[in-house]
C-alpha cells in the first residue's frame, strides 16, 4: 500500500509546492518548542506575557521564546496559528492515511522489524533509544533552526545554503550510525 | 476560522497524508534508507525536492509564485553541528520530528517516546539558547540568509552572481530527479527488503 518513488515523490513535491504557492515552505520542528511553551506557560503563566512594547506584542523572560520580538512568544500565547494548525492538521492527516490502510500490526507498533533483527524483543530498550533519540534529534533541529521539513526539503528545493549545511551534516552523521548499528538482515 | 488556518488545515492535512503514503512514517524504511538497503524514501525524497524546485522556480519565473512566500533560513555554523545531532538520532530510531508525529498518529508507540524525548530535547535547548548564543555558533555565514543564486523580488544574498537564481533551482531541480532516477534500489542486501 506504500506508493512507489515516482507517484510518491512527484506527490510529496507538489506538497511542499503547494505550500509555497499559498503561504510559506513547511517546516514542524519550531511547534515542538510552541507546545513547550503553551504546557510551561501553563504551569507558570508568567512565561508569556501582553508587551505593547515587543514587536509582536508579547514577551517571555525566556530568550528563547523571546527572540525575534518575541515571535514564540506569540504563538505560544495564540495557538491557534498558521504553523501549529499546520502540524496538528499533519498528525491528523497521517491517522486517516494510517486507518485507510488497514494500520500497523501489533509487532510493528513496538519498533520496527529492522531494529528486532538486530537488538531484539525489548520493548524497554527500543522506548529508551526512541526517547533519546527524540531529545538529541529536536535539541539538533532548534540548534540548527530546523528539520528534515524545514531545512533538508524546504530549504534545498529553495537553493537556501543553509539546507545543504544541514543536509551535509545530518547524513554526515547518519549514515555511519545506521550502517554501524544495522547490520543485520541486510 | 481565519483562511489561514484554513490552509493550515488543507495543507498540513496533505503533507500527512502524503508522508504516510511513501512510507516516511515506518521507522523501518527509514533505517534501511540510511543502512542503504532500500533507497526506495531517498529516491522519492529526491524526487520531491526537484518536482517542488522545478515547480517553484518555473513559477516565479512566470510570475505565478509571490517571491515574498519564500522563506530562506540563516546559514551559521550550528546549523551543521544541529545536522550532526538530528542525523544521529534519526539514524538511531527511524523517526525526524515530522515523522514522529506521523509514525504515532498511525498507532506506533516508539514514536510517542520518541515525541516525549523531543519536547524535553526542545525545553532543554530553550533553558541554553542565551549561553550557546554567547559562543557565536549561531552567527552567521555565508551571508546569512543566502541562496545560490540571486532570486528576483527577494532580498536574499547570493553566493553565485551573474546567473539568475530562478535557473540556478530550475537546474538544481533536474540534478535532482535525475539523481532519483539513478540512484540504485539498494546498495546492500537483496531486493526483497520491501
Known amino acids: 500500500m506504500i506508493l512507489n518513488w515516482r507517484s510518491g515523490g512527484i506527490l510529496l513535491g507538489a506538497v511542499f509546492f503547494l505550500a509555497v504557492l499559498l503561504v510559506k515552505p513547511i517546516g514542524v520542528s519550531t511547534q515542538f518548542v510552541i507546545f513547550d511553551g503553551i504546557l510551561w506557560d501553563a504551569i507558570n503563566p508568567d512565561i508569556v506575557v501582553l508587551d505593547e512594547n515587543a514587536k509582536k506584542g508579547y514577551s517571555s523572560p525566556n530568550a528563547y521564546l523571546n527572540k525575534s520580538g518575541g515571535k514564540y512568544a506569540k504563538n505560544v500565547a495564540n495557538p491557534l496559528n498558521y504553523s501549529f494548525v499546520f502540524v496538528i492538521a499533519m498528525i491528523a492527516g497521517a491517522a486517516i492515511s494510517g486507518l485507510m490502510r488497514g494500520g500497523v500490526s501489533k509487532e510493528e507498533k513496538q519498533m520496527p522489524e529492522v531494529w528486532r533483527k538486530n537488538f531484539g524483543d525489548s520493548t524497554v530498550k527500543r522506548y529508551a533509544a526512541a526517547f533519546f533519540a527524540g531529545f538529541i534529534v529536536l535539541f539538533g533541529a532548534r540548534l540548527a533552526g530546523g528539520c528534515t521539513s524545514g531545512h533538508m526539503m524546504s530549504g534545498m528545493m529553495q537553493t537556501s545554503i543553509s539546507g545543504y549545511i544541514f543536509t551535509a551534516g545530518a547524513f554526515l552523521a547518519a549514515f555511519p550510525i545506521a550502517l554501524m548499528m544495522f547490520k543485520k538482515g541486510r | ?194
Open chain 2, 1 to 194: 476560522m481565519s483562511l489561514s488556518v484554513i490552509l493550515a488545515i488543507v495543507i498540513g492535512g496533505a503533507f500527512g497524508f502524503t508522508l504516510d503514503r511513501v512510507g516516511a512514517t515506518n521507522p523501518g524504511f527509514i533505517i534501511r534508507m540510511l543502512n542503504l538497503t532500500n533507497l526506495h524514501l531517498m529516491k522519492t525524497i529526491m524526487l520531491a525536492i526537484g518536482t517542488a524546485s522545478l515547480l517553484m522556480f518555473g513559477g516565479l519565473l512566470l510570475g505565478l509564485v509571490d517571491p515574498g512566500h519564500m522563506s530562506v533560513k540563516t546559514a551559521y555554523s550550528g546549523v551543521f553541528v544541529g545536522g550532526l545531532l538530528l542525523g544521529a538520532g534519526f539514524a538511531i530510531s527511524g523517526f525526524c520530528p515530522g515523522t514522529s508525529l506521523t509514525a504515532a498518529a498511525t498507532g506506533r508507540k516508539d514514536a510517542l517516546f520518541f515525541i516525549l524525548g523531543g519536547l524535553f530535547g526542545a525545553a532543554a535547548y530553550m533553558g541554553v539558547y542565551a549561553g550557546i548564543k554567547a559562543t557565536g555558533l549561531l552567527d552567521k555565514i555565508a551571508g546569512g540568509k543566502s541562496t545560490l543564486g540571486p532570486v528576483g523580488g527577494t532580498k536574499y544574498p547570493s553566493v553565485i552572481d551573474g546567473m539568475s537564481g530562478e535557473l540556478i533551482g530550475i537546474l538544481l531541480g533536474v540534478i535532482f530527479i535525475a539523481v532519483a532516477m539513478v540512484a540504485p534500489a539498494h546498495v546492500f542486501g537483496s531486493k526483497d527488503h520491501s
